[in-house]
């Protein structure tokens, strides 16, 4: 997100701050009570917005993450692209030898 990006979204926040309270106001409270709700009403939206931030937090799809496990897998993808036959077929018997003596535990 650009600099002027944020700004433009502060900006919008407050002005519709200011907008939610003259709405308030038209709709009959007085300016306290619009105050309050206006707040309220901001301080709920708040709330939900963390809390979509921290839902995917732990989830792990924040873009770090992605980037992260996209990276393993196209260094991975590398590694193995560059593995002569002779490497690939030692390097499956060796996950086949792990895969059996983790079956049969003795």
């Given amino acids: 997100m650009r600099r ?3 700004l433009a979204i502060g900006v919008a926040v407050f002005l519709a701050g200011g907008l939610l309270y003259a709405g308030l106001r038209v709709a009959g409270l007085d300016s306290f009570d619009a ?3 206006s707040q309220a009403l ?3 939206g708040l709330l939900g917005w963390v809390s979509t ?3 995917r ?3 792990g799809k924040m873009t770090y993450d992605r980037q992260r ?3 393993e897998t196209a260094f991975l993808q590398k590694r193995l692209d ?3 036959p002779e490497e690939l077929e030692a390097l ?3 996950l086949e030898q792990e895969k059996q003596d983790s079956a049969n535990p003795s």
Wanted: charge should be negative; charged fraction near 20%; proline fraction near 0%.
């Fill in 4 to 6: 002027i990006d944020a």
């Fill in 57 to 59: 937090v732990v989830g």
């Fill in 92 to 94: 499956q018997a060796e």
């Fill in 82 to 84: 560059e593995m002569s």
């Fill in 35 to 37: 105050g309050i709700w």
């Fill in 69 to 71: 496990d996209d990276y």
């Fill in 42 to 44: 901001f301080l709920l």
């Fill in 53 to 55: 931030y921290l839902f």
